[in-house]
């Protein structure tokens, strides 16, 4: 049996009881006395012991078992959840992460756990010795089942007993909605066999494999292991909701000799391997397994290899382009029967669009919840305190954004931390509570999410980030005597801009705001800061739902055609060569009695504009990002379309204005205009 296949469900569901530890530990710091709490710890923690256990990971089992021990006497009130536990209960979730990311890597650096080790048991003497375990409900006082068995198997297990061990007939009840049966079968089989031998299961093995039972099944194992024990292993295991431990009775009428039994052959039955997988999904590298779960009518779930949904969305992609070539040759033959049908197959494609691009979508929470413990520690070691205020985290977002936003939300909070809330002192002398505030927040604006940081710290002084950024030669004097107020605070975007003295673990390098910025803009996204002095800062974040099948207005310069991205469009309008006007070396519209800022397409992109005589009215499309508005002028309007954004790939990553690409119906490449970096 190759135990790796099940390598991507441990590892999945490890961090998701990490994420849960570290939730539930730092509510605990609040309420130490709360026992739900200290009941969904020691849950998540005795399943992350179970499955490591199952899968031979012996440090991490080693680790949560110590972790138990701790547990199990707050519970029992024998000990205080004082900070030194607290602080040694993060320690384990933090050690437990490494060894986790360690099996994810493959990697052979050691992690030792023995100082760890020895500082939980110290704790554990402080106070009265923790008292036995309770004993489990096994069936001492149930009278014993009895399961029909053939010859051999009743020779087996008489040639068991002889030999000293117990024979057990093992009732496993799996909880409801259970996913993956056949695993979890595997792992209550694996688990026997490291304390004993199986001699028969109810479905049989073959049934088992293929998931043919309800939620429980049957396992006769003979085993020199008490009742008790065997119980307590196999309740340690993912999933597994009740287990009853009965001594295997044998009819009356077998008597077998003792000298037969010495002649019989050692037990050695084996279970069934559930190892007949997929042999696509054997290939595929354990450690590369990324799942997401649906929810279903009923409050049931599924989990789905994204790799899968990948695929999904490709094909719908390739459906929606050739949708789009199929109606430009029923136009262009006036097709009606054609375009009929492409009416109804345009319905289909886009009800198949939305439905696929809904299962990809994923809450933020997944996101923000790792955020609660880092503001803990950071704040600490600053010598700060700060409120953690997280809303919206039901909000969803595109996998893929999902995957990338959450370096750019670290930083921000670190600098949020670091620079933006003051020390507990200065906020009193300036008449402010002494806890600092923080609050992360999603919500959706139309086709966009907007993520906010916002601090009710000391805030971004102008003044103080030009003379910084002159300072380290980010700008000249004579640029920053021209910038107002806004166009200061920005410069924090600047690469190898920090307002930081000196260089420590947190800030100072001038690497992590840029990062940010960097990283937003790869993602089709923007952000921005607003900011009062001694009242905060607001770092605002606009990102697209989605970064696969988008609505787009394509344009064309010269012979060239481009795509703008409908959602940043305001509208189009047609205006005269002479309404356009020249204010500090801009070129502007006035617009219902807004003044627009002018973009020439063709001086961005460096091809040929037509003449004022080849074309009377000039093209303009009204862009947004934001609260800002500009206007691009193209050479023709071609039409709204659906398309499929293509990757640029490695080689032209980092073009400022174009966002990517996409396939026209005839074949053709159309570019994707980066609306954010042509308004810059």
Known sequence: MDINQYMGMFLEESREHLQTLNRCVLDLEHEPSNLQLLDEIFRSAHTIKGMSATMGFTTIAELTHEMENILDLLRKSQLTANEDILN???????TLEQLVEKVASNSDTEIDIKALLSKITALAKGDAAASPAAVSSTAKSIAASTISFSDTETKIIQAAQNQGMGAYEIQVSLRPGCLLKSARAYMVMNA????????????????????NFEHSFQVVAVSGTEPEK??????????????????CSLPAKVQLAAE??????SVAVKAAALDKTDEKEKQQPANAVTTIDKKLKGGQSVRVDIDKLDTLLNLVGELVINKTRLEQIGLTHRLTDLVETIEQMDRVTTDLQAVVMKVRMVPVGQVFNRFPRMVRDLSRDLNKEVNLIIQGEETELDR????????????????????GVESPADRQAKGKAPIGEIRLIARHEGNNVIIVVEDDGKGINPDIIKQKAVQKGVITQSEAEKMDAAEAVRLVFAAGFSTADTVTDVSGRGVGMDAVKTKIESLGGMVDVETKINEGSKFKIRLPLTLAIIQALLVKVCEEIYAIPLGSIDSTINIKYEDIKTIQSQEVILLRG?????????????????????QDDLFVVIVHMGDQRAGIIVDTLIGQQEIVIKSLGKLLAGIKVIAGATILGNGQVALILDVGSLMQ
């Open 88 to 94: 040694t209960l993060f320690k384990c979730i933090d």
């Open 230 to 247: 065997l119980e307590q292993t196999l309740l340690s295991i993912s999933e597994i909701d009740k287990v009853t431990v009965l001594p």
């Open 260 to 265: 037969q039994m010495a002649a019989a052959p």
């Open 594 to 614: 807004q003044i627009i800022p002018i973009v020439r397409l063709s001086n961005v992109l460096n091809v040929p504009e037509a003449s004022e005589e080849e």
């Open 192 to 211: 026997l066999e490291e304390l004993g031998d199986v001699i028969k299961s109810i479905p049989p093995t073959e049934e088992l494999e293929k998931e």
């Open 400 to 419: 893929t954004v999902i995957d990338e936003i959450g370096d750019p939300l670290v930083h921000l909070l670190r600098n949020a931390i670091d620079h």
